[in-house]
């Protein structure tokens, strides 16, 4: 959840290597008491959260969870800002990208002993979640709490005016070549402002009124949200092994084919300029009915679902060169910081977090896919009776066409080196081919 790193990790790489602190007792070595904190950046899962909390303490009264919310980025900054000066909350939800630099770091406390001694199980989850959370120690270092996948999110009007159905838009397919009848889809849905669409005559790419396809960022070294889906279906991979490649693939011409296509739509006029982007919100975008289809996370349902005015219809992303859709797995989980003063009560909390009385409280709240398998399809009820159809996310889960987010140590050296590379060749300023040179320097890492 939540894709590019960006500044933020390449900030935390520099202030974790000021402070390797840490150490920290056994999470399963001392009494369960104690006023724990716990950080989390979703606003739209607080109040499960909440919920959560007051049912943990009601149980456990000699625990209580202080729960802190911020945005994203002043999330990440703020919590390492913490771990430098030792003041990091007892657990926080924890990501991916995040967690290899800060187990290398000792920042995070292992929570093999308590999972072993509480006698956690791990096969009640979507398959493959909490592997991603062993790291190369052979120490667990979070207990999952969800998991998202791609799909497409579109205006019904927008499609409808323009003459297609729901029926074809969940029907399309891509190749880098000529983009299939995915790019004719979002030629036709882009209109100027003097009503001409993208595949007409006369169409003024430098007027857009309405883009076929949202932009939200180049996607850094990931593309989670952008592209990732688009360049999985070429059999390209970010790296040679997943988790803790030491190879990555940006060399590849697969992978540089797609973003050139990619790329290609903003020069097109069928995709915002990269730099009309910053500072801006691609989901606001497109409740303003600025965009025909914004490509996101199952995470944004909530926001994309809840604008007025715009009745928002969500299909699958497109099938690929190999006959198939694709979608990156996330999964976050929560981790406890190694300098807590509470390990045990913060187990306990963590392990609260990942059981079935927290997710199915979450779950209830159709906001997210709760890692549990039980409480997943429990979400999906409750979308469902929402009359929100999620099948395009939970699809991937089902056919088996997800693959896992890109896992490696250093990861905020590689986003520093990937965001301007990706921006350059987004924004027109360099080719694909480019990328070759940005792999060359991102691989030199691991010599």
């Known amino acids: 959840m939540k894709k590019t790193i960006g500044a933020v990790a390449a900030a935390a790489a520099i202030a974790l290597s000021l402070s390797a602190c840490g150490g920290g007792s056994s999470a399963s070595s001392s009494e369960a008491k104690g006023e724990i904190n716990y950080w989390l950046w979703d606003a739209n899962q607080l109040p499960a959260y909440q919920q959560c909390a007051a049912d943990f303490t009601k149980a456990n009264p000699d625990i209580k969870v202080k729960i802190t919310q911020r945005g994203w980025d002043d999330y990440w900054t703020t919590l390492t800002n913490a771990f430098v000066a030792g003041t990091a909350p007892d657990v926080f939800a924890d990501h991916l990208s995040k967690y290899p630099e800060l187990a290398a770091k000792k920042q995070l406390l292992p929570l093999d002993d308590a999972v072993k001694k509480d006698g956690v199980k791990l096969d009640g989850y979507n398959e493959g979640l909490a592997d991603l959370w062993v790291g190369q120690d052979g120490k667990r270092y979070g207990l999952p709490k969800d998991w998202d996948t791609v799909a497409m999110f579109y205006n019904k009007k927008l499609v409808k005016d323009a003459g297609y159905t729901e029926e074809q838009l969940g029907n399309l397919d891509w190749n880098p070549q000529d983009g299939g009848s995915y790019e004719k889809a979002i030629a036709h849905l882009t209109v100027d402002k003097n009503g001409k669409r993208g595949d ?52 590849d011409p697969k992978f540089q084919d797609t973003i050139k296509w990619w790329a290609g739509l903003a020069d097109k006029g069928y995709m915002p300029k990269l730099e009309t982007t910053v500072g801006a919100s691609v989901a606001d975008a497109f409740g303003a009915g600025k965009a025909a289809i914004n490509t996101n996370g199952s995470w944004m349902i909530g926001q994309y679902t809840s604008y007025k005015g715009v009745e928002t219809g969500i ?83 089902k056919d088996g066409t997800t693959f896992l987010f890109p896992i490696a140590d250093k990861a905020a050296k590689v986003d520093g080196i990937m965001k301007p590379a990706m921006d350059a060749v987004l924004s027109g300023k360099k080719d694909a081919g480019s990328l070759t040179d940005a792999n060359g320097q991102v691989n030199s890492l691991f010599k």
């Not at 857009?208 to 949200?225: D, I």
């Not at 997710?359 to 906001?367: F, I, L, M, R």
Request: hydrophobic share 35%; aromatic share 12%.
């Open 200 to 251: 007409e005559p006369g169409f003024d790419k430098n007027n857009v009124a309405v883009y076929g396809l949202g932009l939200e960022s180049s996607g850094s070294g990931q593309g989670q949200t952008q592209w990732s889906f688009l360049s999985a279906t070429t059999g390209w991979t970010h790296t040679d092994k997943n988790p803790w490649g030491t190879k990555f693939n940006y060399d």
């Open 315 to 397: 299909a699958p992303t497109p099938k690929g060169p190999n006959g198939k859709r694709a979608s990156m797995f996330n999964g976050l989980a929560d981790s406890i910081f190694a300098g807590t003063k509470y390990p045990a009560a913060s187990a306990k909390w963590v392990e609260y977090l990942a059981s079935s009385a927290c997710q199915d409280v979450v779950a209830s709240k159709a906001v997210v896919f709760p890692a549990l398998k039980t409480s997943s399809d429990k979400a999906a009820a409750a979308f469902k009776a929402k009359g929100i159809d999620v099948s395009a996310f939970t699809q991937h889960v």
